[in-house]
C-alpha cells in the first residue's frame, strides 16, 4: 500500500474553490488571485470547462489548487450537470468562498452547497463583489444577505467586500483574508499528540529492498519525519533486514532491534505494513506499534479511524452471498498480481468463501445502490490529492456503507491480531 | 547553501551520450533506446539542435539523460562549435557510448574525446554498428578500431556489436550492456565509510523553521537518510530549536541535545550548516561533527573535498589586489541578500581588504583567464544536475585556480575554527 500510495507525486496543496451565481464575479475574483507572478500556473488537462482549475504557488498561501466553478443557479439539464462538478469541487476543497452580487442573490440555489460545506467541515467564507452602485443600497442588500446565508449555516461565516474589477487592490485585500482561512483549515495530525514532544522519541521501521528507490525515502515517511520534527521529537530511522528477519538465523536481527528500541525507548514504533509481522512479533507488549498504513487511513477518513475500524468489523461477519464493493480511485494499468481485482478478491474469497466481488472504478461508485453491499474496500488512492481521497471516503461513509480502505483490509486478512495491535494507539 | 541546493527538482539519473562520427548510427541507437513505451519523454527546451537530449525512465536502467550528439568529425566553423558541446555533453555523461561503424573511422577526431572519457573517469564502451556487408570484412575492420582505440585509451573498453538499424534486437541487446555499464559507475558516497554500518548511529540535526516546507524534508536530508540506512545504521534525525538555543535562556536547549547525543552516542553527527555555531559549541571533542554543505561539496568534487580545502586555503591567503571570482550556474532572479552578488563579497571584502570581485554567469567562465585569480568560488549548483555541476568543478580544477564552493567559504569566513572541525571526519 505504501509503495502505491507514495507514487502520488503532486505536491500538497491547499484547495480553495470560488462558489456562486452567474455573472457574480467568481472569475474575476480567480483573475485577481492568479495575476501575480507565480512560480506555476498550469490549466490541468481534462479538466471540464465548466470547473476550471489552476494550480498555483501563491505568496503567502503557498502552493494551490484554485477550483473557478459554473453558476450554481445556471438551470436546465447542462445546469444540473454542472451543479454535480461544482459539488464535486466543494466536496475536495479546504476553503470554499460563496462569491455573491449582493443585488443577484437568492438563498434557494446555494442552500445545498453552504449545507455540504459546513457538513463536511470546509472553512467557508463569503466575498461580496461590489460593481459599483450606491453604498447605501449595497449595504442593505449585503445585509440581507448576510442574514439568508446566517439563516441556512446557523453559524457566522466570515466575509470580505471587494470590487473585482479592480484587480489590484482585490488581490491585496483577498490574499491575507485566504491566509486567515487557510490557519482555520485543521489538518489531520498524522499521529495522535501523546506520542510525540520533546521527551519522545519515534522509531520508524523503513525496510530498504532493491526496489526502494535510490536517493530518498517515500512520502510517507518523508511526512513522518516532519511532523514529528516538528513537535521536536527526535526521530529514529531504522532499516530492518526482512529476509535476515524471516529465515532460520533471524536472531542477530531480532537482537539488533531490540537493542536499538531498549536503548532508545521510543513513544511509538512506526513501521511499513511489510514488516508488520516481524515488528508485531518481536516488539515486547510495553512498545505501542501501528504502521504508516494506519496513520495514511486516518488522514484519508478525515481523523475518522473508527470508520475504518467499523468497516473491518464488517468484513470480519461477511458471510455467503454478502456482496464486498472494490473502489479504486483511477483505472491504471493492472499488472499481474494487481491489489484490487486479483489479491483481495483471492484473499477474501478464501478467507469467507461465498462471498461476491463487485469492482467501482473512477467515480462510477456513484452509479452503484451502496446499500446493497456489505462493505466497501477502498484503494490508498496514490494518483489523487489527498482532498480528492477524503472526499470519496465521506461520500461512501455518507451513504452507510462500513468503509475500510485496502492496507487495513489485507492486514486484517494477514493477521486480525497484528492490525488489532496497530490500531490500539489511535484509539 | 542547503535550501538553494534543494531546489534542484530534478531526480537523480544516469546521463548517457552516444559520441561518434557523422552517419554512424547515434540517433539510431538513441532511438532504439527510446523506442520503449516510457513514462516520461521530453525534449528538453532549450538544447541547441546539435545535442538532442532525451530524459526518459527506462526498464532496468531507471531514470535517465540520453544526450544524441552532433558528429565529432564534422569540420569548419560550425563543426567546431558543434565539437565544444559534444565536449559539455562527454563531460557530464556517466557513461559514453562511442558509437562507430568500422568502415568509417579515423583514430585523430576521436582522441580528444576518448582521453576526456578517460581523464574524466566516465565509463565508456564502443558500440560497433554494422549496416551489412560481409561479416568477414567487418571482422577485420572491427580489429583494428578496437586496436586503435586500444592505443589512445590504453586500457580496456567494453563493446558490442549491434545493427542499429533493426530496433528491437537492438533494444534488447543494448538495454543489459548498458545497465552493465552503469554498475561500473562509481557514485561518490555521501559519508565516509567509517561512520556508517549496524553498529553506528547517525545524528543528523534538522532545525526546523517556518521558511522550511511542511509535509516534507530537503533533499540533501533524505539523501543522507536513505544513505544511511542502506548500511543499516539507525539513524536519528533531531530538531535544534535555534531560536531558544541562542537566547540567553539556552540551557534547556543545550541540555536536550546533549541528553539525546549521549544517549545514542553517534558516530557521526551531521548538521544543517545554519547550526553550526551552536553545534560547534555543544558538542563535545569525543563526538565527530560534520555538515550537509560538506557532504555536498565532496560530491561537487567528485569526491576531491581535499581540492576544497586547498580552495579554502586560498581564501585564507588573499590579500589586497588579489582577484576572486565568484561563479554561478544560473543566472536567476536576484533577491535582496543574494549569497553570489551580496553576502559573499560583502564579507569576504570585511575581511579582506582590498581584494577584487569578478562574476562569471551560465558558462562564462569559460572567457575568463582562469589564472588571473587566486581563488574561484562557485555556487551550490541548484539548478542544475549533480553531473552537470561536477563537470563545471572539474573544469575549474583542470585550469589550476583553487576552487570552493559558497557553503565551504561562508563557513570558513564564519569561523575558520568550526569549518577545520567539519572537514576532519573527511580526511
Same mark, same amino acid.
Given at each position: 500500500?505504501?509503495?502505491?500510495?507514495?507514487?502520488?507525486?503532486?505536491?500538497?496543496?491547499?484547495?480553495?474553490?470560488?462558489?456562486?451565481?452567474?455573472?457574480?464575479?467568481?472569475?474575476?475574483?480567480?483573475?485577481?488571485?492568479?495575476?501575480?507572478?507565480?512560480?506555476?500556473?498550469?490549466?490541468?488537462?481534462?479538466?471540464?470547462?465548466?470547473?476550471?482549475?489552476?494550480?498555483?504557488?501563491?505568496?503567502?498561501?503557498?502552493?494551490?489548487?484554485?477550483?473557478?466553478?459554473?453558476?450554481?443557479?445556471?438551470?436546465?439539464?447542462?445546469?444540473?450537470?454542472?451543479?454535480?462538478?461544482?459539488? &464535486?469541487? #466543494?466536496?475536495?476543497?479546504?476553503?470554499? +468562498?460563496? $462569491?455573491?452580487?449582493?443585488? =443577484?442573490?437568492? !438563498? *434557494?440555489?446555494?442552500?445545498?452547497?453552504?449545507?455540504?460545506?459546513?457538513?463536511?467541515?470546509?472553512?467557508?467564507?463569503?466575498?461580496?463583489?461590489?460593481?459599483?452602485?450606491?453604498?447605501?443600497?449595497?449595504?442593505?442588500?449585503?445585509?440581507?444577505?448576510?442574514?439568508?446565508?446566517?439563516?441556512?449555516?446557523?453559524?457566522?461565516?466570515?466575509?470580505?467586500?471587494?470590487?473585482?474589477?479592480?484587480?489590484?487592490?482585490?488581490?491585496?485585500?483577498?490574499?491575507?483574508?485566504?491566509?486567515?482561512?487557510?490557519?482555520?483549515?485543521?489538518?489531520?495530525?498524522?499521529?495522535?499528540?501523546?506520542?510525540?514532544?520533546?521527551?519522545?522519541?519515534?522509531?520508524?521501521?523503513?525496510?530498504?529492498?532493491?526496489?526502494?528507490?535510490?536517493?530518498?525515502?517515500?512520502?510517507?515517511?518523508?511526512?513522518?519525519?516532519?511532523?514529528?520534527?516538528?513537535?521536536? &521529537?527526535? #526521530?529514529?530511522?531504522?532499516?530492518?533486514? +526482512?529476509? $535476515?528477519?524471516?529465515?532460520? =538465523?533471524?536472531? !542477530? *536481527?531480532?537482537?539488533?532491534?531490540?537493542?536499538?528500541?531498549?536503548?532508545?525507548?521510543?513513544?511509538?514504533?512506526?513501521?511499513?505494513?511489510?514488516?508488520?509481522?516481524?515488528?508485531?512479533?518481536?516488539?515486547?507488549?510495553?512498545?505501542?506499534?501501528?504502521?504508516?498504513?494506519?496513520?495514511?487511513?486516518?488522514?484519508?477518513?478525515?481523523?475518522?479511524?473508527?470508520?475504518?475500524?467499523?468497516?473491518?468489523?464488517?468484513?470480519?461477519?461477511?458471510?455467503?452471498?454478502?456482496?464486498?464493493?472494490?473502489?479504486?480511485?483511477?483505472?491504471?494499468?493492472?499488472?499481474?498480481?494487481?491489489?484490487?481485482?486479483?489479491?483481495?478478491?483471492?484473499?477474501?474469497?478464501?478467507?469467507?468463501?461465498?462471498?461476491?466481488?463487485?469492482?467501482?472504478?473512477?467515480?462510477?461508485?456513484?452509479?452503484?445502490?451502496?446499500?446493497?453491499?456489505?462493505?466497501?474496500?477502498?484503494?490508498?488512492?496514490?494518483?489523487?490529492?489527498?482532498?480528492?481521497?477524503?472526499?470519496?471516503?465521506?461520500?461512501?461513509? *455518507?451513504?452507510?456503507?462500513?468503509?475500510?480502505?485496502?492496507?487495513?483490509?489485507?492486514?486484517?486478512?494477514?493477521?486480525?491480531?497484528?492490525?488489532?495491535?496497530?490500531?490500539?494507539?489511535?484509539?
Amino acid at each position: 500500500m505504501l509503495r502505491r500510495f507514495a507514487k502520488a507525486a503532486d505536491i500538497p496543496r491547499t484547495h480553495i474553490s470560488m462558489v456562486g451565481f452567474m455573472n457574480a464575479g467568481k472569475s474575476s475574483i480567480m483573475n485577481a488571485i492568479t495575476q501575480q507572478p507565480t512560480s506555476i500556473v498550469d490549466d490541468t488537462p481534462g479538466t471540464t470547462a465548466d470547473t476550471k482549475i489552476a494550480l498555483m504557488e501563491i505568496h503567502k498561501l503557498g502552493p494551490c489548487k484554485l477550483l473557478d466553478t459554473a453558476g450554481v443557479d445556471e438551470s436546465g439539464k447542462l445546469g444540473n450537470k454542472k451543479l454535480v462538478k461544482t459539488i &464535486s469541487a #466543494v466536496k475536495e476543497s479546504d476553503v470554499v +468562498l460563496f $462569491v455573491i452580487d449582493p443585488f =443577484n442573490f437568492r !438563498p *434557494e440555489p446555494f442552500k445545498n452547497v453552504i449545507e455540504l460545506a459546513k457538513r463536511r467541515g470546509k472553512v467557508s467564507a463569503i466575498i461580496y463583489n461590489k460593481f459599483g452602485g450606491k453604498t447605501e443600497d449595497f449595504n442593505k442588500k449585503q445585509a440581507d444577505v448576510a442574514n439568508a446565508i446566517q439563516r441556512i449555516s446557523n453559524q457566522p461565516i466570515p466575509s470580505i467586500t471587494v470590487s473585482a474589477i479592480n484587480q489590484k487592490s482585490t488581490y491585496d485585500q483577498i490574499i491575507p483574508f485566504i491566509a486567515g482561512l487557510k490557519k482555520q483549515t485543521k489538518p489531520v495530525p498524522l499521529l495522535p499528540p501523546k506520542f510525540v514532544g520533546p521527551d519522545k522519541t519515534l522509531f520508524l521501521n523503513v525496510p530498504l529492498d532493491i526496489e526502494s528507490p535510490t536517493g530518498r525515502l517515500i512520502r510517507p515517511q518523508t511526512m513522518m519525519l516532519e511532523f514529528a520534527l516538528r513537535k521536536l &521529537s527526535p #526521530v529514529v530511522a531504522y532499516n530492518m533486514n +526482512l529476509k $535476515v528477519g524471516r529465515s532460520e =538465523n533471524s536472531k !542477530p *536481527e531480532s537482537d539488533r532491534y531490540l537493542k536499538n528500541v531498549k536503548l532508545i525507548g521510543p513513544s511509538l514504533i512506526v513501521t511499513d505494513s511489510q514488516a508488520i509481522d516481524l515488528i508485531h512479533k518481536w516488539t515486547p507488549p510495553e512498545f505501542p506499534i501501528t504502521t504508516f498504513s494506519v496513520a495514511m487511513a486516518n488522514i484519508q477518513s478525515g481523523g475518522k479511524l473508527n470508520e475504518f475500524t467499523r468497516g473491518i468489523e464488517a468484513i470480519s461477519k461477511l458471510k455467503k452471498g454478502d456482496k464486498v464493493l472494490i473502489c479504486e480511485a483511477c483505472n491504471h494499468d493492472r499488472i499481474g498480481d494487481d491489489i484490487g481485482t486479483v489479491q483481495l478478491p483471492t484473499k477474501l474469497k478464501k478467507v469467507f468463501p461465498g462471498v461476491e466481488i463487485d469492482w467501482a472504478f473512477g467515480r462510477s461508485y456513484e452509479d452503484k445502490k451502496l446499500t446493497d453491499y456489505a462493505v466497501a474496500l477502498h484503494c490508498g488512492g496514490c494518483m489523487i490529492s489527498k482532498q480528492q481521497m477524503i472526499a470519496r471516503i465521506q461520500d461512501l461513509l *455518507e451513504s452507510g456503507v462500513p468503509v475500510a480502505n485496502y492496507g487495513l483490509a489485507l492486514s486484517y486478512l494477514a493477521s486480525p491480531a497484528a492490525l488489532e495491535r496497530v490500531l490500539k494507539p489511535w484509539q
